[in-house]
């Protein structure tokens, strides 16, 4: 079993719309959670990071954290076609850790 | 300031071929990683180092080898290229920092196309 689970997709949804991605993850030690963008052809970039339980808003973004069900997710809210990317959750154990483990990714297309 | 800088950015190889990819970060990280990503797999580290002078294993280290002689630069070596190795490598680097203000950002180059033939 993976230590992340993501979702592949691909999701295409309309502009506009909702979107949630989301991340399980079997390592109830992880401590920080991440939420990494990634265009075509090019490096990701991370969008959103939470540390422990919870929420965090950042514009049209929310992450949320549940540690009790192992559970991360990525919402987006009146999406549009540049958020059209691969989004990869990312976690890993403390601030010092040297290793980040990342999900599969997650290929997003907003239609317009 | 041109962040994590990679060479070659596409390379095809031979079967049994030897290469080397370099990464190079002017950020002053002390942290360096390579990944390979390949498609339904993710990002899979392979190696990484915490400093200058020092390298571990990650999670797919087997076919590669890496140093970290400078600070700034890590490389990634393939000493006898197979197909398997046909990836998109991606090299990281971060700073590590107290819980207050760490933010889990890694910084990643564009990647490095590489197919084996």
């Known amino acids: 079993q993976k230590e992340v689970e993501q979702d592949p997709g691909p999701l295409s949804v309309p502009e506009g719309a909702i979107v949630s991605l989301n991340c399980t993850y079997s390592n109830s030690a992880f401590q920080y959670f991440m939420w990494y963008r990634q265009y075509s052809r090019k490096g990701p970039e991370l969008l959103m990071y939470t540390y422990s339980s919870g929420n965090k808003e950042d514009g049209r973004f929310t992450a949320q954290v549940d540690k009790s069900s192992k559970y991360i997710s990525l919402f987006i809210r009146d999406s549009q076609p540049s958020d059209s990317a691969t989004y990869l959750c990312a976690m890993n154990l403390y601030s010092g850790a040297s290793k980040i483990i990342f999900g599969s990714g997650t290929r997003l297309s907003i239609r317009p | 300031n041109a962040g994590v800088t990679q060479t070659p950015k596409f390379r095809v190889l031979k079967t049994g071929q030897s290469m080397t990819l370099l990464c190079a970060q002017d950020?002053?990280?002390?942290?360096m990683y390579w990944y390979r990503q390949d498609p339904g797999m993710g990002l899979r580290l392979i190696h990484y180092?915490?400093?200058?002078?020092?390298?571990a294993k990650g999670e797919v280290p087997d076919g590669y080898n890496v140093s970290r002689l400078k600070k700034q630069n890590f490389l990634l070596g393939l000493e006898s290229a197979a197909p398997s190795q046909t990836s998109v490598y991606f090299c990281?680097?971060?700073?590590?920092?107290?819980?207050?203000?760490?933010?889990?950002?890694?910084?990643f180059g564009e990647g490095s196309r590489l197919t084996v033939l």
């Open positions: 990281a680097s971060t700073l590590t920092g107290l819980a207050g203000d760490y933010t889990g950002e890694l910084f």
């Open positions: 950020m002053n990280h002390e942290y």
């Open positions: 180092s915490v400093g200058e002078g020092t390298t």
